[in-house]
C-alpha cells in the first residue's frame, strides 16, 4: 500500500510529527459544483482547517495512485477533468488499476483516511438509506464503510434526499454511534431539525476526543458518526425543504434515474429548485464540519 499511498510534504510532515489532520472528500470538486466554484471551495475548506491548528488532507485518486493531500495544481487539475469516476468502495481498485482519476466518496475517503493514518474526515452529509429501499434495496456503501473503518465522520447528518429513520435503524445495526453536536435532535443536512431525536449528544470537540480515545480500546470497532447542525443564518427550514426534496425525487422517478445516479440528479434539481440556496447551504455547512472536525483531530493528539 506504500506504493499507492501518496501523502503531500504538508500532510507527512504532520502525520510524522503526530499533529492533527483532517481528511477531506473529493467528489464535491468534481461532482458538487461548477468550475471555478468547486475549487474555490475546496480551498477555502481547507483555510478553514488550517485556522483551527490542523492540516487539511484532501483525497482524490490521480495518475493510478491514492493522492492524500493535493496540492494547488492538482486541485485545479481534478477540478478541470473530464469523465472523472465516483468512486466508493467497489471503484476505488477498478480506478486505480486502469488510471482513471476517481473523486472519494464517504466510504471511499474513509478507507483512504485510515491507509493513511488519518483518524478524522469533514464531509458535508453521509449516504443512507434511499427512500424506497425496501423494493430497490439501494442503501449507500457509506453505511457498511461506517461499521468497519475506525475513522471518525463529522457531517451534517444524512442528507435530507434519504430515509433518514431507515438510516438510523441501519447505523445502530452497525454498531455506529451517531453523535449530535450541541443539540438533541439530529440534523438533516440543509435544515437544524429532523423531527428525529438524537441518539446521543455531545457538547464539545473535548468530549468527543474522549468518546474516540475510548474506542481505540476496542480496535474491531468501527467508526464514529457526528451530526453537526448547519449554522441557524445558513439552513433552509425543514418545512420548506421538504417540498424541494419532494419535487426533485418525482423528477428523478419520471426520468428513470437509478443507483448512484439517483444523489447528483437529485441535488441538481434542488439546486434550480432552490434558485441556488442549497449550494449556498452546502458550503456552509461544509466549512462549519471542517472547522469542528479540526478541533476534534487537536483534542486526539
Keep these: 500500500m506504500k506504493d499507492l499511498i501518496v501523502c503531500n ?3 507527512r510532515q504532520a502525520l510524522a510529527e503526530g499533529k492533527p489532520v483532517v481528511a477531506l472528500e473529493s467528489t464535491i470538486i468534481t461532482h458538487g459544483m461548477p468550475f471555478p466554484r468547486n475549487v474555490e471551495t475546496a480551498r477555502q475548506v481547507e483555510s478553514d482547517i488550517r485556522a483551527e491548528g490542523a492540516v487539511p488532507a484532501t483525497i482524490a485518486l490521480m495518475d493510478g495512485k491514492i493522492m492524500v493531500g493535493l496540492s494547488d495544481a492538482d486541485l485545479d487539475r481534478l477540478a478541470q477533468a473530464e469523465d ?3 468512486c466508493s468502495r467497489a471503484d476505488l481498485t477498478f480506478a486505480l488499476a486502469t488510471g482513471r482519476y476517481g473523486a472519494t466518496t464517504v466510504a471511499a475517503t474513509m478507507m483512504a483516511a485510515h ?3 488519518i483518524q478524522i474526515f469533514a464531509t458535508g452529509g453521509i449516504g443512507g438509506v434511499h427512500k424506497g429501499a425496501e423494493e430497490t434495496f439501494d442503501v449507500s456503501a457509506d453505511l457498511d464503510e461506517l461499521g468497519r473503518t475506525p475513522v471518525c465522520v463529522v ?5 435530507a434526499l434519504l430515509d433518514i429513520p ?5 447505523l445502530e445495526t452497525k454498531g ?5 453536536f450541541g443539540t438533541q435532535e439530529l440534523p438533516a443536512f440543509w435544515s437544524r431539525e429532523s423531527g428525529l431525536a438524537a441518539p446521543y449528544s455531545m457538547n464539545s470537540a473535548e468530549e468527543i476526543g474522549s468518546l474516540l480515545k475510548m474506542r481505540r480500546n476496542f480496535p474491531d470497532h468501527g ?3 457526528i451530526a453537526n447542525p448547519v449554522p441557524e443564518a445558513d439552513q433552509i427550514p425543514r418545512n420548506e425543504m421538504t417540498g ?3 419535487e426533485a425525487i418525482r423528477k428523478a422517478d419520471a426520468e428513470g434515474i437509478k443507483g448512484k445516479d439517483v444523489t447528483p440528479f437529485v441535488l441538481g434539481a434542488i439546486l434550480d429548485l432552490t434558485k441556488g440556496r442549497s449550494l449556498d447551504t452546502n458550503i456552509a455547512l461544509v466549512r462549519n464540519n471542517a472547522r469542528l472536525a479540526a478541533r476534534i483531530a487537536a483534542e486526539l493528539v
Design 9 to 11: 510534504d504538508e500532510v
Design 115 to 117: 491507509l493513511a493514518g
Design 176 to 180: 455506529v454511534p451517531v453523535i449530535a
Design 155 to 159: 457531517s451534517a447528518g444524512a442528507k
Design 166 to 170: 431507515k438510516t438510523l435503524e441501519v
Design 223 to 225: 467508526g464514529v458518526l
Design 244 to 246: 424541494y426534496i419532494d
Design 84 to 86: 472523472v469516476m465516483k
